[in-house]
């Protein structure tokens, strides 16, 4: 059996029949995320457009610079994720290994800042009434609370499914980093590829998330 | 596997996408009004087709994939657009009394 056949599923015909398919799929379940994160957006933007000042005075409460610099972490995992691609295409074990290894620790920087994000929020009372006596924490206060709180719900529930996503990237990249190791490197190629993209698609969705949740009302 | 993407290419998109962050940041302060969700959804949109087009690769995908991409986008368009032109026209037309 040569090399080649030996990359090959059984249901396909030629490898490049077998990528296709497997980057379609890929790309089809995106499209799905993108309507699962797109349910969130719309009533966003709905709540938005008739609380504007109250969606800006929410947002005051956030840390903006700790979102800018996440964002920029994140950018910087998807760097090292397109390079790690770009390894394993090459035939580069160790890159592939190290660039993998740096996307997780970049990933894992995102989740830590976040959560120092969300200890902040609770700490200063910046977390929705209702959530807030659920836990026993102290909530919004003032005559426009409940609109405040709308959106302070909107931000804990869109960066919290964000930032599921982004653990279940790390339990991948860990994942790809064992199969970079266990298996011959073009074997491993095209599963470091299709986990490369949905890494890249939580990446887009936190390029619209930071702008949306962190920068109203700052002028 | 096909053609491959120099490191300087990656590493040109990913200065693009920092600059581009500072740029939103920059955006958020001036006094633009309602203008601003327009320059940060305008800012973000730019952001996310550079990594679509070089991180994901669309630039050397198929057809069909872009297909997918773009069916991904019409359907993002239809959850979003007519809820918030039902919110926004609401009160435009009002119905006689008794109706």
């Known amino acids: 059996m040569s090399e080649r056949t030996a990359l090959l599923e059984p249901q396909f015909d030629r490898l490049e029949q077998q990528r296709e398919a497997s980057s379609i799929g890929m790309w089809a379940f995106l499209a799905s995320e993108v309507l699962f994160f797109g349910t969130l957006f719309a009533g966003y933007a709905v709540y938005h457009t008739l609380f504007p000042e109250a969606f800006q005075e929410g947002s005051r409460m956030l840390v903006w610079p700790a979102g800018a610099v996440n964002t920029a972490v994140l950018l910087t995992s998807s760097l090292t994720m397109a390079l790690a691609v770009r390894a394993a295409r090459t035939g580069s074990r160790s890159g592939a290994l190290l660039f993998l290894l740096a996307t997780v620790f970049f990933g894992a920087v995102f989740l830590g800042i976040k959560g120092w994000e969300y200890a902040d929020e609770v700490h200063k009372g910046h977390v929705p009434a209702g959530l807030g006596s659920l836990f026993g924490w102290a909530g919004t206060e003032g005559p426009d609370a409940p609109r405040t709180d709308l959106f302070l719900t909107f931000y804990f529930i869109m960066t919290g499914f964000h930032a599921l996503h982004m653990v279940v990237g790390l339990g991948l990249m860990l994942w790809m980093a064992w199969t970079v190791l266990r298996s011959p490197i073009d074997r491993a190629a095209g599963p470091v590829e299709m986990t490369g993209l949905y890494w890249h698609f939580v990446d887009v969705v936190w390029i619209f998330l930071f702008p949306m949740l962190y920068l109203l009302g700052l002028d | ?99």
């Open chain 2, 1 to 99: 596997m096909g053609h491959v993407t120099p490191v300087r290419t990656y590493l040109l998109v990913y200065v693009a996408l920092l600059v581009l962050t500072a740029a939103t940041v920059g955006a958020a302060f001036l006094p633009l009004g309602p203008l601003s969700v327009v320059a940060a959804l305008a800012i973000a949109g730019v952001k996310a087709t550079l990594v679509l087009l070089w991180f994901m690769h669309m630039r050397e995908s198929s057809r069909v994939t872009w297909i997918l991409a773009a069916a991904g986008l019409a359907w993002l368009l239809l959850l979003i657009l007519p809820v918030i032109v039902d919110y926004l026209t609401r009160g435009w037309v009002l119905a006689p009394k008794g109706w």
